[in-house]
C-alpha cells in the first residue's frame, strides 16, 4: 500500500515538474489569435468567427473592431486591413488603400453600416461603406490633401478622428444633436484631444493637458454628461469609450473604470474587479448592445458585465478570460518593447507585434547570438550583434528603414552606435566615426551632412527622430542636425551647436530634440512645441538642478537628475507619462537610466536595476517581462523608441543565476531517480 501511494504521488510530481518547464506551450490560442464570442451570426453573415489570415491558422492580428454586423482586424505583419461579416453596403470589403493592395493601415474602426481605417505612412483617412450621410467622406483636414490622423473611429452615421500635429478633434457625417460638431474643449478653440471613440450617436473624448472627459451629441441617459470623477472636477481619464446610450473610461491615478449613461440591465455598474475594490484596468470597450468588457490590469484577464447575456457576449472564452528575468539595456518603440535580457543577452520583446518589430531574430534573441546595443524605432527594431558589431533589425520594411547597408551590415563595416527613427535608421561606423544612414528620405534625414558623414566630420553620440535626425561632431560636441525642420526641429540652438556651447548627449523623436549641455549638464532642447515639451523646467535648466540623462518622446520628454538621480519628465500629461512613479521620482526610489516612447516612459531603478513604465498601457507597454522586472532579472541599459521599449538585461548574482537555472531541473531530476527506484 505504501509503495502504491509513492508511485502515485512520484506521478504527480512528474507531471508538476513537466507542467512547470513546458507550461508556454500550452496556451489555447496561439499568440496574436483573433478570439470572438457572443452572436455567431446576423443576417446570415458569420460575424465572430476570423478568416484564417487572422485566426492564427494562416496569420495573426494587431489591432481588431467589432460592430453590430461585421469586424475588422489588421493584419499582424502585413498591416492589411481584413474584414468579415455583413456586406451589403460594402463595409466589410476595405479599398486597396488600406488592405495591402497598394496601402495597409495603423488605425481601424468599424461602425454599424461603415469602416474607417488611418493609411500607414500617410496617416490619412480612408472609409468604406455606407456614406448616405457622409460618414464615409472624411474631410480634407484628416483625408491626407490637408492633413492626417492619429486615432479614428466610426458610429453610426457619423465619424471622428484626431488631426495628426495638432490634437484637434474633426467628426464629419450626420449632425443630428451635434455629434458631429466637437465642443471648443476639443476642437482646437480651447483644447485639443489625446483620445476619440465615437459610437452610436454620440462621441466623447480626452482632452489633451488635463484627461478630462468631454463628451457631446444625443444625450438622453446621460450618455454626454460625464461624471465628475474623469470630467475633471473630481478627477479624470486615461482611456474611454462611447457605445449605444452609456460611455466608459478608465480614471487616471486609480485605474478604475467609471461608466454613465443607460443602466438598467447594470451595463454602467462595472464589476469589483475593475471597478477598484478588487482590481483595476487598462483598457475598456463598451458593446453596441448592453455590456461591456475591460481588461484587469495586473492579470490582462478580460471582464465583462451587463446584459443579456443571451449569445455568451458577457462571457469571455478561457483563451482571453486567465510572468521571468532583467535587463541591461532598453529601448521603448511605438507599440511594443524589447530588452537585452541580463546573463544571456539575448533580445526579449514583448507589445505589439503587427509587423514582427516585437520579434527579434535569432541572431540576437540568444538562439544563435547576442546584443551589445538596441533601438527601436516607429515599426522596426535594430540591434548591434556582440562579437561581430554586425548591425541587425527586424520589423516593417517599406521604407528599407530595416536593412542596414553593407557600410555596417557586417560586409564592409561594423557600427558602434544605432539610432531607429519613424521610417529611417542611422548608425555610427565603428571604424571611421561615420554617420550612414538608410530607409525614408523624403526630407533628407537619411541624407547626413559633410560635418558628420566622414567627409569633413565624424560622431560620438546619434538619435533619429520622424523626419530628422541629430549628432555630436566628434571633436568639436556641436550638435548636428539634418532633415525636416519642423519648427526648428533641425536647427539645434547656439548652446549646443558651437556657437556658445556644445554637448555631451541628443536626443530625437517626433518633431523636437533635446541636448544635454558641455561643461553645465544644463538640458536644452528645441523644435515643436505644441504640448510644451520644449521649455525645460528649473530642475533640469540649470537653475535648479542639472541632468545626467536625456531621452525625449514624441509630445513629451523626460531625464534624470544630476546628484539626486530623479526622473524628472515634462510636456503632454494626458495619458500620465509625464508622472514618474514613487519607485524613481525619488520618493522610493532613484534612476539610472530612461526611455521614452509616443505616450508611456520607462525607467532603470537605480540599486535594484528593475526596469519600471508609466503612461499609455497598450500592447503591455507598462508590462515589461519578468526577464526585466525584477522577478527573474533587471536592467543595464535602456532607449526609447515609437511606442515600444528595449533593454539589456543585467548580469544576475552568480548564486541567484545558479539557483534559478539549475535547482529546479536538480530537483526534478533527483525525482525521477527516486521515482525508478520505486517502479523496480
Same mark, same amino acid.
Given at each position: 500500500?505504501?509503495?502504491v501511494i509513492?508511485l ?10 513537466l ?10 490560442a496561439p499568440p ?6 457572443g452572436?455567431i ?5 458569420d460575424?465572430?468567427?476570423p ?7 494562416s ?5 481588431? *473592431? ?7 482586424a489588421?493584419?499582424?505583419?502585413t498591416g492589411a ?9 460594402g463595409?466589410?470589403?476595405?479599398p486597396?488603400d ?6 495597409t493601415a495603423?488605425?481601424i474602426s468599424a461602425?454599424?453600416d ?28 484628416v483625408? !491626407?490633401?490637408?492633413?492626417?490622423a492619429?486615432?479614428v473611429?466610426?458610429g ?23 455629434r ?12 485639443t484631444?489625446?483620445e ?13 493637458g488635463?484627461?478630462?472627459v ?12 460625464p461624471?465628475d470623477?474623469?470630467?475633471g472636477? *473630481? ?5 474611454v ?7 466608459c473610461?478608465?480614471?487616471? @491615478?486609480? !485605474?478604475?473604470?467609471?461608466?454613465? !449613461?443607460s443602466?438598467?440591465?447594470?451595463e ?8 477598484g475594490?478588487s482590481?483595476?484596468a ?6 453596441n ?9 495586473g492579470?490582462?484577464?478580460?471582464i ?8 455568451g ?13 532583467t ?8 507599440d511594443h518593447?524589447?530588452a537585452?535580457?541580463?546573463?544571456t ?7 505589439y ?5 516585437a ?8 538562439a544563435?547570438?547576442t ?10 527594431s535594430?540591434?548591434?550583434q556582440?562579437?561581430?558589431? #554586425?548591425?541587425?533589425c ?5 521604407e ?6 553593407a ?6 563595416g ?6 531607429? @527613427? ?8 565603428a #571604424? ?28 560620438t553620440d546619434?538619435?533619429?527622430?520622424s523626419?530628422h ?9 556641436d550638435?548636428i542636425?539634418? @532633415? ?5 526641429? *533641425?536647427?539645434?540652438p547656439?548652446?549646443?551647436?558651437g ?13 523636437h530634440?533635446c541636448?544635454?549641455?558641455?561643461g ?13 515639451q520644449v521649455?525645460?523646467?528649473? *530642475? ?10 536625456i531621452?525625449?518622446?514624441s509630445?513629451?520628454n523626460c531625464?534624470?537628475?544630476a546628484f539626486?538621480?530623479?526622473?524628472i519628465c515634462?510636456?503632454?500629461?494626458g ?9 524613481v521620482?525619488?520618493?522610493l526610489?532613484t ?17 535594484t536595476?528593475?526596469?519600471v513604465?508609466?503612461?499609455r498601457?497598450v500592447y503591455?507597454?507598462l508590462?515589461?517581462p ?5 522577478? #527573474? ?19 544576475p ?10 535547482g529546479f531541473a536538480?530537483?526534478?531530476?533527483v525525482?525521477?531517480m ?7
Amino acid at each position: 500500500m505504501q509503495k502504491v501511494i509513492a508511485l502515485l504521488l512520484s506521478t504527480l510530481f512528474t507531471a508538476i515538474c513537466l507542467v512547470a518547464m513546458s507550461k508556454a506551450a500550452h496556451a489555447t490560442a496561439p499568440p496574436g489569435a483573433v478570439v470572438g464570442w457572443g452572436t455567431i451570426e446576423t443576417f446570415g453573415k458569420d460575424i465572430v468567427t476570423p478568416p484564417d489570415v487572422l485566426n492564427g491558422v494562416s496569420g495573426t492580428a494587431a489591432q481588431i *473592431s467589432a460592430s453590430n454586423r461585421h469586424s475588422c482586424a489588421i493584419q499582424a505583419r502585413t498591416g492589411a486591413v481584413v474584414c468579415w461579416g455583413k456586406d451589403d453596403n460594402g463595409q466589410a470589403t476595405p479599398p486597396d488603400d488600406v488592405n495591402g493592395i497598394f496601402g495597409t493601415a495603423t488605425d481601424i474602426s468599424a461602425a454599424s453600416d461603415h469602416s474607417c481605417a488611418i493609411q500607414a505612412g500617410t496617416g490619412a483617412v480612408i472609409c468604406w461603406g455606407a456614406d448616405d450621410w457622409g460618414q464615409a467622406t472624411p474631410p480634407d483636414t484628416v483625408n !491626407g490633401i490637408l492633413g492626417g490622423a492619429v486615432d479614428v473611429s466610426a458610429g453610426a452615421r457619423h465619424s471622428c478622428a484626431i488631426q495628426a500635429g495638432t490634437g484637434i478633434a474633426v467628426c464629419w457625417g450626420l449632425d443630428a444633436q451635434g455629434r458631429a460638431t466637437p465642443p471648443d474643449a476639443v476642437n482646437g478653440a480651447l483644447g485639443t484631444a489625446t483620445e476619440i471613440s465615437a459610437r452610436g450617436y454620440h462621441s466623447c473624448a480626452i482632452q489633451a493637458g488635463t484627461g478630462h472627459v468631454v463628451c457631446w451629441g444625443q444625450d438622453p441617459y446621460g450618455e454626454a454628461t460625464p461624471p465628475d470623477a474623469v470630467n475633471g472636477v *473630481s478627477g479624470s481619464a486615461t482611456r474611454v469609450s462611447a457605445g449605444h446610450f452609456r460611455s466608459c473610461a478608465i480614471q487616471a @491615478g486609480t !485605474g478604475s473604470v467609471i461608466c454613465w !449613461g443607460s443602466g438598467y440591465l447594470g451595463e454602467t455598474i462595472p464589476p469589483d474587479e475593475v471597478n477598484g475594490v478588487s482590481g483595476t484596468a487598462t483598457e475598456v470597450a463598451v458593446g453596441n448592445g448592453g455590456h461591456s468588457c475591460a481588461i484587469q490590469a495586473g492579470t490582462g484577464s478580460v471582464i465583462c458585465w451587463g446584459a443579456p447575456n443571451n449569445q455568451g457576449q458577457a462571457t469571455p472564452p478561457d483563451a482571453v478570460n486567465g510572468v521571468s528575468g532583467t535587463a541591461t539595456a532598453i529601448s521603448a518603440g511605438r507599440d511594443h518593447s524589447c530588452a537585452i535580457q541580463a546573463g544571456t543577452d539575448s533580445v526579449i520583446c514583448w507589445g505589439y507585434v503587427g509587423n514582427g518589430e516585437a520579434t527579434p531574430p535569432d541572431v540576437v534573441n540568444g538562439a544563435s547570438g547576442t546584443a551589445t546595443e538596441i533601438a527601436a524605432g516607429g515599426f522596426h527594431s535594430c540591434a548591434i550583434q556582440a562579437g561581430t558589431s #554586425s548591425v541587425i533589425c527586424w520589423g516593417r520594411n517599406d521604407e528599407g528603414q530595416a536593412t542596414p547597408p553593407a557600410d555596417v551590415s557586417g560586409v564592409r563595416g561594423t557600427a558602434a552606435e544605432i539610432a531607429a @527613427g519613424g521610417f529611417h535608421t542611422c548608425a555610427i561606423q565603428a #571604424s571611421s566615426g561615420s554617420v550612414i544612414c538608410w530607409g525614408a528620405n523624403k526630407n533628407r534625414q537619411s541624407k547626413p551632412p559633410r560635418t558628420v558623414n566622414g567627409v569633413a566630420g565624424t560622431a560620438t553620440d546619434i538619435s533619429a527622430g520622424s523626419g530628422h535626425s541629430c549628432a555630436i561632431q566628434a571633436d568639436t560636441g556641436d550638435v548636428i542636425c539634418w @532633415g525636416r525642420d519642423v519648427a526648428g526641429a *533641425s536647427t539645434p540652438p547656439d548652446s549646443v551647436n558651437g556657437e556658445s556651447g556644445t554637448a555631451t548627449q541628443i536626443s530625437a523623436r517626433g518633431h523636437h530634440s533635446c541636448a544635454i549641455q558641455a561643461g553645465t549638464g544644463n538640458v536644452v532642447c528645441w523644435g515643436e512645441d505644441i504640448y510644451g515639451q520644449v521649455p525645460v523646467p528649473d *530642475s533640469v535648466n540649470g537653475v535648479l538642478g542639472t541632468a545626467i540623462d536625456i531621452s525625449v518622446g514624441s509630445r513629451h520628454n523626460c531625464a534624470i537628475q544630476a546628484f539626486t538621480g530623479e526622473v524628472i519628465c515634462w510636456g503632454d500629461d494626458g495619458l500620465g507619462q509625464v508622472t514618474p512613479p514613487d519607485d524613481v521620482n525619488g520618493v522610493l526610489g532613484t534612476a539610472a537610466a530612461i526611455a521614452t516612447s509616443d505616450s508611456n516612459s520607462c525607467a532603470i531603478q537605480a540599486d535594484t536595476d528593475i526596469v519600471v513604465c508609466w503612461g499609455r498601457d497598450v500592447y503591455d507597454r507598462l508590462m515589461p517581462p519578468d526577464a526585466v522586472n525584477g522577478v #527573474s532579472g533587471t536592467a543595464a541599459k535602456i532607449d526609447g523608441g515609437g511606442s515600444q521599449t528595449l533593454a539589456i538585461v543585467a548580469l544576475p548574482e552568480p548564486a541567484a543565476w545558479l539557483a534559478q537555472s539549475a535547482g529546479f531541473a536538480l530537483l526534478c531530476i533527483v525525482h525521477r531517480m527516486r521515482a525508478r527506484t520505486l517502479r523496480r
